[in-house]
């Protein structure tokens, strides 16, 4: 058959018919139209992405603390060793967030500017409650990118003002890609390094314990992740590098100064010293 009689597009075979086709200059969307299986691969796209990895939040007796590692890693590569994946929301709540770290970082300054937002829109402050659930519009609003490979999990942790018990005002919430909130109790981690965090946490915390007492649990716990966790870093006694660490209570919230962590984690390597199997 003569492609004499057909005009236009319709004119050309095969991938010949799309390139000569009106429409947009963009090379990815003439991709996605003539051969869309040559395009990335979400694993691919996943894999040349920094992720960051394990975050741990407690609460303890009048707030909440939250620590995080601080490597990205890049496939087996260590893509950064100082990452800060831990920043204070507002004046009483903590966000830290755990998957691909470039859009990691953009939700947490997004959420930072929402929550100002709106107190400058409103005239007040949301709820603990109403915060953790803006936050989970936010990720639904992320789940095209989620399902291409680059997702973002939070946690969200802070000091509830409205509580009637000021010793029990810490409050935890995690999320999953598709925009779930879930109130945690005592306890909770995020990451590649979480379920060996997680299993640290259990054994270490207690109620009632203070502030100074939950900073060394979530180190610890962090220690704990980076031994049998590869994407997660552990404390660097030769380069200064510990894990961020921030408290949020009745007095807002407030990071613990590395020199305060230099003393933790060197206790902590000498008590590992001394029993090499815990």
Known sequence: ???????????????????????????????????????????????????????????????????????ATMGNLIAQRDIEKVVAADDYTLIGAAGTAGIGIEVVRLYQVELEHYEKIEGTQLTLDGKANRLATMLRGNLGLAMQGLAVVPIFAGFDTAASDAANAG????????????????????GSGSPF??????????????????????????????????????????R??????????????????????DVIVRAIVDQRREQPGT
């Open 1 to 71: 058959m003569s492609i004499d009689r057909f005009s236009g597009a319709d004119a050309f075979p095969g991938v010949l018919r799309h390139a000569m086709a009106p429409g947009s200059s963009s090379f990815t969307e003439f991709l996605s139209a003539a051969a869309p299986e040559l395009l990335p691969k979400p694993h691919l796209v996943s894999d040349i992405a920094p992720h960051g990895t394990t975050i741990v939040a407690a609460v303890y007796d009048g707030g909440v603390v939250m620590a995080g590692d601080r490597r």
């Open 171 to 190: 409050k935890i919430f995690s999320f999953d890609v598709a925009g779930g909130c879930y109130p945690e109790r005592y306890f909770d981690a995020i």
């Open 197 to 238: 965090a997680k299993s640290s946490l259990k054994k270490r915390w207690r109620p009632g314990m203070s502030a100074d007492e939950i900073v060394r649990v979530s180190v610890e716990a962090v220690y704990d992740a980076a031994d049998d966790d590869s994407a997660t870093g552990g404390p660097d006694l030769v």
């Open 240 to 261: 200064q590098i510990f894990p961020v660490v921030m408290l949020a209570d009745d007095e807002g919230t407030r990071r613990v100064p590395d020199a305060d962590l």
